[in-house]
């Protein structure tokens, strides 16, 4: 049953990897704003579907 | 005639004929945004959201002062001399499309690298080239877009500031702790004797009393910090009982594991800390588009241009103004310093400092005041006090304003958390004195048992939960309020104070009576036409709320600053302007603003304005009368007391003529003899009743813009809704005494079990967490009552 002690580094390990993987997210300002990425997220198709317009122009010329 | 609105703005676009591209707009304005859009692919933005923009502003000239290296380095996050970075205010924000295309703007000009808006801020962080493009020609740029940053005073060195975290980092740790503590403590809760627990409980055990450590002396520490000051001014809050609870649950625990007694309570404690920084958080709404904290600098100026005596002009940093200086004001800045007008024609529009809702004209030699706003072309003026100096800014440094008005008032939690914690420890107290008699080796364990199942979880809960989501609620119906003691406060109220203009008057309307013989149709159109030319600005009210008429041209026109107009067509010639320019007699005089005519050099009548009061305000005047003394405190003069008496409530208090100051003192007065204040104002003249009162709401028009120090927000639009988020502030008061109600209930349960004792720590582990949860849901779900009540009231 000693096993228990690896089972149980593992699992602190694997909880402190995302606890730190949270601190980091909190600390790069994450939090700060949680409205306008949900916005910006859709945005992309509009750009891509511009930037096609635009190759295809530049190219017919 | 159909309305067809601006393809940009969504304004009537009908009357101006413009189009392009098969759209209409409703200036040339407009139009230009439009093209830069268009000729840079970025028509997306109207995709997104039809109708999104704002007409461009003319700012030539404005943002001289960014020519200015000093002024510049103390907007920007940072500079390299290559790259710079600029968080710049936008207060037109408000949709996807404005995301969009501020995000964008590197296509507009490739100097621009990369641009993040932050919707909640309305702010917009550019990352650009300046050796392609300079903070001025940005700001032109988000100018011509529509898109123009407001820079004040207030972005003075502002820039580094740091935003808090600590909160969020607190809750993580609390929850990461808890739940992994609790996973520890599984095993103990299904099988408490066997050879495997017996091997293996000691792990378990110093793991969850490690996982607790930074939760008890981090997480927790805002606890013990505030019950210590509690203590220290003799006042026994909610952190008291809460820390007590937090200190026997770590101590008790930590003694049973190395004493091997037991397995501890180390999952309800981390539990317990956890819910009370949720309930915190939540609590924790905050407007980041809106400061309640505005004092005279997020009004002034940041730069002001300076004249030297060979004429040469420079823009200067507002504190480095001196006495002496020569000043160039524009048209429609505000003047930041005290000073004497020199050259030009000064119509100074006051509106901010005194409330008064006339512009006043001023001439050479006058003496003008920081805070008044320039409307009339440019003027010269020669300081006379510095910015800290001057009469408006003086009024910030009243004892007011330094003081917190949370610290005089006792919360209800706070209330009832003396009676709870006197009487958890003497229930403690006596269980333990029994014991010590019955079985004394137990004595010590009811007593921390006690201590441990009173720690007023719920209690503690019930206030931010409710308000928090009161104030959620508060704030989709357009009242901002700071934070949940404003409801709190707002409930208790027994007073309140309105100030008049902008705030029962609206700011841009007015309604007009003519007084005198009548005009023949002839007359009407001579007149109308005549008003056509001027700029005045009483002029162009009084053109638009004229009926139709065809327009003459006139053969000749003269405008008299200060005076009045002077028109001739055909044989008739018409005067209009103040009484005495028109050969009116003095008997007719009046204390509202009145515009006099004549023609043929025959006095013929006067057009009187009056301030057309809020919809509603007379109802709600009603409404509020049965509960709430009511008092007017205007800084206007008596020209409308008459009007006044007529519409509210006989009881209404009026009192015209108040200076700020008066203002302060009359609420301060009042406040010693007993009267819980709302203040209700709209402007700087307010700030400091604003902030004397025990509430000051400021009434905004546009809430992104302006608005004086003050406790809450509320939106002119809901103005007559007034009374209903009294009311409901106060059914907040009653769900929190229900949920304490239901706490107490809890808790002696709890107790039952302590004071037996038989307080073992699973039933600890139920039932922290069920009276926590049953509080949550019990408050969320009446005030999500509540809020539904006050929708409907919407309607109406």
Known sequence: MSVIYILLTISIIVAIGFFV????AVRNGQFDDSYTPSVRMLFEDELV???TEKTILTKND | MSKTPCFHCGLDASAAEITFDDKPFCCNGCKTVYEIFSVNDLTCYYDLQASAGAKPSDIEGKYNFLDNAKIVESILDFNDNTTQIATLYIPHIHCSSCIWILENLNKLNPAISASIVNFGKKTVRVTYNCNNITIKQLVKLLGSIGYEPFISLDDYSVGKKNVDRSLIYKLGVAGFAFGNVMFLSFPEYFQVTGFWIETYAPVFRWLMFSFSLPVVFYSAQDYFISAYKGLRSKILNIDVPISL??????VRSTAEIILNLGTGFFDSLTGLIFFLLLGKFFQQKTYNFLSFERDYKSYFPIGITKLYNDGKEESVQVYDIVKGDRLLIRNEELIPVDCILINGKARIDYSFVTGESEAVSKKSGDKLFAGGKQLNGSIEVDVLKTVEQS???QLWSNDVFNKN???????????ISKKFTIAVLSIAFIATGYWLFVDSSKALNVFTAVLIIACPCAIALAAPFTFGNLLRIFGKLKFYAKNASVIEQLAAINTIIFDKTGTITANKETSVMYEGSNLSNNEESLLRSTLRNSNHPLSRSLYSLLDQHNIVTLDTYEEHIGKGIEAKHNQDTIKIGSAPFVGATAETATLNTAVYVSTNSKYKGRFTFYNKYRKGLSKLFNKLKKHYDLVILSGDNAGEQENLTKLLPAKTKLFFN???EDKLEYIKHHQKSGAKVLMIGDGLNDAGALAQSNVGIAISENVNIFSPACDAILDASKFNQLY?????????????????????????IGLYFAVTGQLAPVIAAILMPLSSISIVVFTTVSTNFLGRKLQKKKAY
């Open chain 1, 21 to 24: 993987a949270f601190i980091i």
């Open chain 1, 49 to 51: 579907k511009e930037k």
């Open chain 2, 405 to 415: 008005k949370e610290d005089g008032f006792t919360t209800l939690t706070n209330a």
């Open chain 2, 245 to 250: 609870g937090v200190i026997v649950l770590f």
């Open chain 2, 391 to 393: 009469y408006l800014t």
């Open chain 2, 724 to 748: 209903d988020f009294i009311k409901a502030s106060k059914s907040a008061i009653k769900i929190i005494k229900w949920s304490f109600l239901l706490s107490f209930f809890y808790n002696s």
């Open chain 2, 658 to 660: 108040q200076k700020p």
